[in-house]
């Protein structure tokens, strides 16, 4: 043990140096905010709530059921069904199932006709597990909530 250690610890210099740290912080400006008074502020490319983008023309949701974001998806939270109606490709299920999903946006950088998005939402919390399990309702749903929020007609992220 040298001279110093035995000074150090007989003075109680690390305390001290604390103490002082912690009068310091006493008296700066806090680094948190008071939640539901004050909302964060949502950054470009933030990834929240899924929602599925409803046509403008027809009212109905844009996915043509081409199985890209299903395939491209880690996670594997993404579950289609289509049939043959008519001749035609229709999706008759699409469901998302939230608490799997890791927000990593491939399944919307993938679409082609930008279909699927990760809204800006970010305050959804649920009690029950089928509430935060998305279907192709629920998706348009989610969209048209988010939509009314949005001061313009179009929405890019």
């Not at 004050?38 to 599925?52: L, M, S, T």
């Not at 199985?67 to 998806?73: E, G, S, V």
Request: charged content about 25%; glycine content about 6%; aromatic content about 10%.
């Amino acid at each position: 043990m040298t001279l110093r250690d035995i000074i150090n610890s007989a003075f109680l210099v690390e305390i001290v140096k604390g103490m002082g740290l912690t009068l310091k912080m006493m008296f700066t400006k806090p680094v948190t905010i008071l939640y539901p008074e004050e909302k964060r502020r949502v950054y470009d490319g933030f990834r929240g709530r899924h929602a599925f983008v409803r046509d403008a023309v027809s009212g109905k949701g844009k996915c043509i059921g081409c199985m890209k974001c299903a395939n491209i998806c880690p996670a594997q939270c993404i579950s289609i069904a289509k049939e043959k109606i008519e001749n035609k490709l229709v999706v008759v299920k699409y469901d998302i199932e939230a608490l799997r999903c890791i927000y990593c946006g491939y399944c919307v950088e993938i679409c082609p006709v930008c279909a699927l998005v990760l809204t800006e939402e970010y305050e959804y919390s649920a009690t029950t597990k089928e509430e935060l399990f998305f279907n192709k309702e629920k998706l348009l749903k989610n969209w048209d909530e988010f939509a009314a929020k949005q001061q313009s007609e179009t929405y890019f992220n």
